[in-house]
């Protein structure tokens, strides 16, 4: 009788406990259709966080959700019979349900249910920049520093960053690439962030700032999709670009409409780099077909000028290339005072 009794208990089916587990970088209510099956069939759904941001929505698709904290041994008993149970954890998950559960399973004891992960909702690309607006916003508020800055303030520190930029990109460190991009997004995320808050008509910033209207990052990003859409009509519409060149021409015939410049020069910040300057002068004037001469003169300047443009019309970057020769000449410097090429 004993063993008959054995027999029978240990070939009950042990039921399911199913982890539900959700983004909180999707919006609620948004669930896989395997998740909404699931909550359905389920013979009971458990959850121990009231304010938990799925509740209203499961409310309204008739899934009855009870409001309680079951230990590892009140879930294995609530799954007795070949029940289901699932089970919402809250944001940060549970770690002691879960803790729970693997010692029960690793002490050979209990007749454990089948213990399920299921993902409600997954991470789109680009999902951990809405981590990154939120942690810019309480920054904002909170930090002594960070509260107080303004976009005057800020301008040197994305001219710094672009520049580390782009000594990433020259040095081949995919680490420190990966480091300063970051930092350059941060820039715009700390800007755009500012730029919320908007300055009331009339009033000043504390810098001497130009009253600005109010605009979230949401805007920037939204102007820059409509950007891209509208200046590849090769990609999202009926135009045809079959080289490089053909898009280049199409990226400016949009731009020239766009913004409705007088002058090829328009649009040129003189602040630039010099070299850089003079290449983009010499570049606009030459996509534009704008016949004229380099000017000439006395002094390095001119013989720079000619320099920078010679080396625009031959596809080179004359900024880059400067600083390329320059860092061959760093590295000589050191190999003469003994000190060896500096890590990258």
Do not use: N
């Amino acid at each position: 009788m004993t063993d008959h009794s054995q027999s029978t208990a240990a070939a009950e089916p042990t039921g399911r406990i199913v982890l539900l587990t959700t983004s909180h970088r999707v919006a609620p209510g948004v669930l896989s259709w395997p998740a909404w099956q699931t909550l359905h069939a389920a013979d009971r759904v458990l959850c121990a966080d009231p304010g938990h941001p799925q509740l209203p929505y499961l409310r309204e698709a008739g899934v009855e959700v009870e409001h309680t904290a079951a230990d590892a041994h009140e879930l294995v008993a609530a799954c007795a019979g070949g029940r289901t149970v699932v089970v919402l954890p809250g944001g940060e998950g549970d770690q002691r349900l879960t803790d729970g559960l693997a010692r029960l399973a690793g002490s050979g004891r209990v007749s454990m249910p089948d213990l399920e992960l299921l993902p409600g909702s997954y991470d789109l690309p680009g999902a951990r920049l809405l981590d990154l607006v939120q942690v810019m916003d309480r920054v904002r508020r909170e930090c002594p520093w960070t509260s107080r800055q303004t976009h005057r303030g800020l301008a040197k520190y994305a001219i710094e960053e672009a520049y580390e930029l782009v000594e990433a990109i020259e040095d081949g460190d995919r680490e420190e690439l990966r480091e300063e991009l970051g930092d350059v997004l941060l820039q715009v995320v700390f800007h755009a962030r500012i730029a919320e808050e908007g300055i009331p008509a009339g009033e000043d910033g504390e810098d001497g700032e130009e009253a600005l209207g109010a605009f979230s990052i949401d805007d920037v990003a939204g102007a820059l999709v409509q950007k891209l859409i509208h200046r590849h009509p090769h990609v999202f519409g009926d135009a045809q670009a079959e080289t490089p060149e053909d898009v280049h021409a199409h990226w400016q015939r949009t731009k020239a409409v766009e913004k409705r410049r007088e002058s090829v020069t328009d649009g040129v910040p003189v602040g630039q780099p010099g070299l850089a300057l003079a290449a983009k002068l010499a570049g606009r004037a030459r996509a534009g077909g704008v016949a004229v001469e380099l000017p000439r003169g006395e002094g390095i300047g001119y013989e720079l000028l000619e320099l920078a443009a010679r080396a625009e019309a031959e596809g080179v970057d004359p900024e880059t290339a400067l600083r390329a020769a320059a860092r061959v000449y760093r590295d000589a410097i050191r190999a003469a005072e003994g000190v060896g090429t500096p890590a990258r």
